[in-house]
C-alpha cells in the first residue's frame, strides 16, 4: 500500500481501538448505576433498544412581542430665518435588538413669514402653502441603557440613545431633502409606556422661497413624548 | 382687513394621521392586557437568572432552578418576561440564549432561537427605505415589496427627490428576479412600471405640474445583515415618456435597509 493509505488506515485503526477502550468501561458503569445485572436474561421477546424513537416537535407557540412603539410628540421647531414654532408629529419605533431601533417620524408645523416680507410688503407664498412638513426615518442606538432612580423606591428603565437618517421636509410648498441627526432619553415609566425628551438637527438646503442663494442650514427641533409599546 | 386662511386639502394631514393612530391605538390596548393562556416552561438547565429589565446592564434579582416552572408573559427584543408558578409570583426579565434550555413538556420544544438565515430566505414581506442619487440630488424611496417564492419578488415603491427646478414624486412598482436565492449576498434583477409626477418650483419659468408614464430597470444587491435586517444597494435606470418625440433618462445609485417577515 502507499504509505499515505497505510497511514490514515492506521490512524482509523488507532481511534477505533481508543473508542472501544472508552467505551467498555463506560457501559460497565452504566449498568452498575441502573441497577441492573450487566448479564441479566431477558426474555426473547422484549427488545434491549426500541428502534421507534418519539420524534421531539418544536414549535413556535405565540408569545406577545412587544417591539413596536407607537405615539405622538410636541415641542418646537426651529425654521431657518422663519422663527421658531411650536409642533406636534408622530413616531413610529421597532426595536431591533436592545441596542438598535428604526423610527419613523412625521410633523407639521405653520411657519411665520419672513422677516422681509413685512419690512418689504411683498408676500411670495400664499397663506395656504405656509406651513412646514416633513417625515423621516432614522436608525437609532441606545448608547447608554440603564436603571435611573426616582428616589429610594422608584427604579425605571432608561436609555440614552443616538439617531441619524433621511428624511424630506416641505417648506412653503417645496420639497427638501433632509438629513437628521439627534439625541434622545427613553424612560419606560410602565413595561408598556415609555416618555422621551429629544433634540433634534435637521441639515437640508433651501432658497427662502427662491429669493436667495441655495444655503445649507440647521433646524433645530425639541420635543417631548409618550410612546406604547405594541 | 383680516387676512382669512383657507384650509388646504394637505393641511392637517400629521394631526389627522395622529388622531387616527391614537385612536388605533386606544382600541387595540385592551386587547393586549387582556389575560391570555401564558405559555409555560419548565428550566432544564441548572438555574435561569432574572433580571429586573430587559437589558444586559439590569442587575439579577432572583433565579429559578431546574425543573421549576414559568409562565412567559411576553417578549422584548431578546428578553422574555417571565412570571415564576410560586405561590407570590416574582417577575423578572431572562435573556433568549437562557431560554433555549427549556422545555414545555417532554414532547415539544420552544423555538426561542435567533432569526436565522433560514427566515431570510423564506421571507415574505420586505418594507424597506433607500437614499441615493438620482441625477446629482439626494433621492429617498420607500418601499414595500413581497416574494412570491424564493425568486420572485413585486414591490411598490415610491420615490421623492427634488433639485433646483423641481420636486419629482416617482410612484412605480417593480418585479425583481433572484437567480440565487440562497445566497447571503444574493443580486437581483428589476424591471418596474410607474408614474412620475413634476411639481416645479415657484420660481421657474415653466409652472405647471406634469405626470410621465416611465419606465424603470435595474441591478442591485441584497445582504442579510442580522436577525430581521437586510441591505439592499441598487443602480437604476428609469426612462420617462414625456411626449411622441421626447423621452427623459435619469439613472440612479441607491443604498438601503430593510426590514423582512
Known amino acids: 500500500m502507499e504509505g499515505r493509505r497505510f497511514h490514515i488506515l492506521l490512524n482509523a485503526a488507532l481511534a477505533v481501538?481508543?473508542?472501544?477502550?472508552?467505551?467498555?468501561?463506560?457501559?460497565?458503569?452504566?449498568?452498575?448505576?441502573?441497577?441492573?445485572?450487566?448479564?441479566?436474561?431477558?426474555?426473547?421477546?422484549?427488545?434491549?433498544?426500541?428502534?421507534?424513537?418519539?420524534?421531539?416537535?418544536?414549535?413556535?407557540?405565540?408569545?406577545?412581542?412587544?417591539?413596536?412603539?407607537?405615539?405622538?410628540?410636541?415641542?418646537?421647531?426651529?425654521?431657518?430665518?422663519?422663527?421658531?414654532?411650536?409642533?406636534?408629529?408622530i413616531?413610529?419605533?421597532?426595536?431591533?435588538?436592545?441596542?438598535?431601533?428604526?423610527?419613523v417620524t412625521g410633523a407639521q408645523t405653520t411657519l411665520n413669514g419672513l422677516p422681509e416680507e413685512t419690512l418689504l410688503q411683498y408676500y411670495t407664498v400664499p397663506d395656504a402653502d405656509r406651513n412646514l412638513k416633513y417625515y423621516n426615518i432614522n436608525l437609532g442606538y441606545n448608547f447608554l441603557p440603564g436603571e435611573v432612580y426616582f428616589n429610594e423606591n422608584w427604579a425605571f428603565n432608561f436609555a440614552f440613545y443616538l439617531m441619524g437618517g433621511v428624511g424630506n421636509t416641505e417648506i412653503n410648498a417645496e420639497q427638501r431633502s433632509t438629513l437628521t441627526t439627534g439625541a434622545g432619553m427613553r424612560v419606560l415609566l410602565t413595561d408598556w409606556m415609555a416618555f422621551h425628551i429629544n433634540m433634534r438637527d435637521h441639515i437640508l438646503r433651501d432658497r427662502y422661497s427662491g429669493i436667495g442663494q441655495e444655503q445649507t442650514i440647521h433646524n433645530l427641533e425639541g420635543f417631548s413624548s409618550i410612546t406604547f409599546f405594541f | 382687513m383680516r387676512r382669512v386662511k383657507r384650509q388646504t386639502r394637505e393641511q392637517g394631514i400629521y394631526s389627522r394621521l395622529g388622531v387616527l393612530l391614537l385612536a388605533l391605538a386606544g382600541i387595540l390596548f385592551p386587547f393586549s392586557l387582556q389575560a391570555k393562556d401564558l405559555v409555560t416552561v419548565t428550566v432544564r438547565d441548572a438555574y435561569i437568572d432574572l433580571h429586573t429589565g430587559p437589558g444586559r446592564g439590569f442587575p439579577i434579582f432572583h433565579v429559578v432552578q431546574r425543573h421549576e416552572q414559568v409562565q412567559i408573559v411576553k417578549n422584548k427584543t431578546d428578553w422574555f418576561l417571565v412570571r415564576t408558578t410560586d405561590r407570590y409570583p416574582i417577575e423578572g426579565w431572562v435573556y433568549r440564549a437562557q431560554m433555549l434550555r427549556t422545555f414545555t413538556s417532554d414532547e415539544v420544544k420552544q423555538r426561542f432561537g435567533h432569526l436565522a438565515f433560514k427566515d431570510f430566505t423564506e421571507r415574505d414581506w420586505e418594507i424597506g427605505v433607500f437614499s441615493g442619487n438620482f441625477e446629482r440630488s439626494t433621492a429617498i424611496t420607500l418601499y414595500l415589496?413581497?416574494?412570491?417564492?424564493?425568486?420572485?419578488?413585486?414591490?411598490?415603491?415610491?420615490?421623492?427627490?427634488?433639485?433646483?427646478?423641481?420636486?419629482?414624486?416617482?410612484?412605480?412598482?417593480?418585479?425583481?428576479?433572484?437567480?440565487?436565492?440562497?445566497?447571503?449576498?444574493?443580486?437581483?434583477?428589476?424591471?418596474?412600471?410607474?408614474?412620475?409626477?413634476?411639481?416645479?418650483?415657484?420660481?421657474?419659468?415653466?409652472?405647471?405640474?406634469?405626470?410621465?408614464?416611465?419606465?424603470?430597470?435595474?441591478?442591485?444587491?441584497?445582504?442579510?445583515m442580522t436577525r430581521r435586517v437586510l441591505l439592499n444597494t441598487a443602480v437604476m435606470q428609469y426612462v420617462t415618456f414625456i411626449d411622441n418625440d421626447n423621452t427623459g433618462e435619469f439613472l440612479e445609485w441607491k443604498a438601503g435597509v430593510s426590514i423582512f417577515y
Open chain 1, 17 to 89: 481501538g481508543l473508542l472501544l477502550t472508552v467505551m467498555a468501561p463506560a457501559t460497565l458503569w452504566a449498568a452498575d448505576v441502573s441497577g441492573n445485572q450487566p448479564n441479566q436474561n431477558l426474555p426473547v421477546d422484549e427488545a434491549i433498544v426500541q428502534p421507534e424513537v418519539q420524534r421531539r416537535k418544536i414549535e413556535k407557540v405565540a408569545i406577545d412581542t412587544e417591539n413596536l412603539e407607537m405615539g405622538l410628540f410636541t415641542g418646537f421647531y426651529s425654521a431657518d430665518r422663519y422663527g421658531t414654532t411650536s409642533i406636534s408629529g
Open chain 1, 91 to 103: 413616531r413610529v419605533a421597532y426595536h431591533i435588538s436592545e441596542d438598535l431601533f428604526f423610527e
Open chain 2, 145 to 224: 415589496g413581497y416574494n412570491f417564492n424564493s425568486n420572485l419578488n413585486i414591490s411598490g415603491q415610491l420615490l421623492s427627490t427634488n433639485n433646483v427646478f423641481s420636486d419629482y414624486r416617482i410612484y412605480f412598482a417593480t418585479l425583481e428576479s433572484t437567480p440565487f436565492p440562497k445566497w447571503r449576498l444574493s443580486p437581483y434583477f428589476s424591471l418596474g412600471a410607474g408614474i412620475m409626477r413634476t411639481t416645479p418650483s415657484r420660481t421657474a419659468v415653466v409652472s405647471e405640474k406634469r405626470s410621465d408614464n416611465m419606465v424603470s430597470a435595474g441591478f442591485g444587491l441584497r445582504y442579510y
